[in-house]
Nanobody
Framework: QVQLMESGGGLVQAGGSLRLSCTAS????????MGWGRQGPGLERELVAV???????SYADSVKGRFTVSRDFAKNMVYLQMNDLRPEDTAVYYC????????????WGQGTQVTVSL
């Protein structure tokens, strides 16, 4: 089993910054993809930033240049530094992990609320 625990959400004014953290525990493989998704009010969940154990990183167009994803492989942690936050970034942010064993195994954390006010 795999558990993902997020922290770091909160309320921030537009233009501000927040840093999210996620710790993965349990049966974590040496090769995996970790990152962050979000679900805004009335919207579908979307991936915004992912980082592979091989060093590949990608971002959704909506956050490029403002968000930075990073990983601490020794601690099985992933971070999301969010700068220049906008009201449209308001969402529940979820930690995400994918690893492969015969098939793709996908996990989501319980989420942390990020609210950006004007």
């Amino acid at each position: 089993q795999v558990q993902l625990m997020e922290s770091g959400g909160g309320l921030v004014q537009a233009g501000g910054s927040l840093r999210l953290s996620c710790t993965a525990s349990g049966d974590i493989f040496s090769v995996n993809i970790m990152g962050w998704g979000r679900q805004g009010p009335g919207l579908e969940r979307e991936l915004v930033a992912v980082a592979t154990t091989g060093g590949t990183i990608s971002y959704a167009d909506s956050v490029k240049g403002r968000f930075t994803v990073s990983r601490d492989f020794a601690k099985n942690m992933v971070y999301l530094q969010m700068n220049d936050l906008r009201p449209e970034d308001t969402a529940v942010y979820y930690c995400h992990l994918v690893q492969h064993l015969d098939q793709n195994l996908e996990y989501w954390g319980q989420g942390t609320q990020v609210t950006v006010s004007l």
